[in-house]
Nanobody, 127 residues
Framework: QVQVVESGGGFMQAGGSLRLSCTASGFPFDAHAMGWFRQAPGKEREGVSCIDWSGRDTDYADSVKDQFTISRDNAKNTLHLQMNGLKPEDTAMYYC????????????????????WGQGTQVTVSS
């Protein structure tokens, strides 16, 4: 049974940091690229970052580049998103997703590129 579970969300003042985690099971974690998405109320789900199966190659949305860092630990089937310098516009539900392929494709930011999803963890940033 596939399970993808996010944790680490919460309330934070602007300028603070949070580290999201995602634990996966039920599929070969190290055979899939992994991604983070977010969705704010009334907005479409947005691709935040993607990391390939090895952890060597990463992609970021322009809005979070140099602010967020994605990483993975294949030995622990865990994905992380380090978020620094948080802004009110980062407020959203954050989702972890397992890619359909080993690598982050040119369309890594599209939800269609992902096979398994978690339920999300809420991040709220106050000004």
């Amino acid at each position: 049974q596939v399970q993808v579970v996010e944790s680490g969300g919460g309330f934070m003042q602007a300028g603070g940091s949070l580290r999201l985690s995602c634990t996966a099971s039920g599929f070969p974690f190290d055979a899939h690229a992994m991604g983070w998405f977010r969705q704010a109320p009334g907005k479409e789900r947005e691709g935040v970052s993607c990391i390939d199966w090895s952890g060597r190659d990463t992609d970021y949305a322009d809005s979070v580049k140099d602010q967020f860092t994605i990483s993975r630990d294949n030995a622990k089937n865990t994905l992380h998103l380090q978020m620094n310098g948080l802004k009110p516009e980062d407020t959203a539900m954050y989702y972890c997703a397992a890619g359909k392929y080993r690598y982050c494709s040119g369309s890594w930011f599209s939800p269609d590129e992902y096979a398994f999803w978690g339920q999300g963890t809420q991040v709220t940033v106050s000004s």
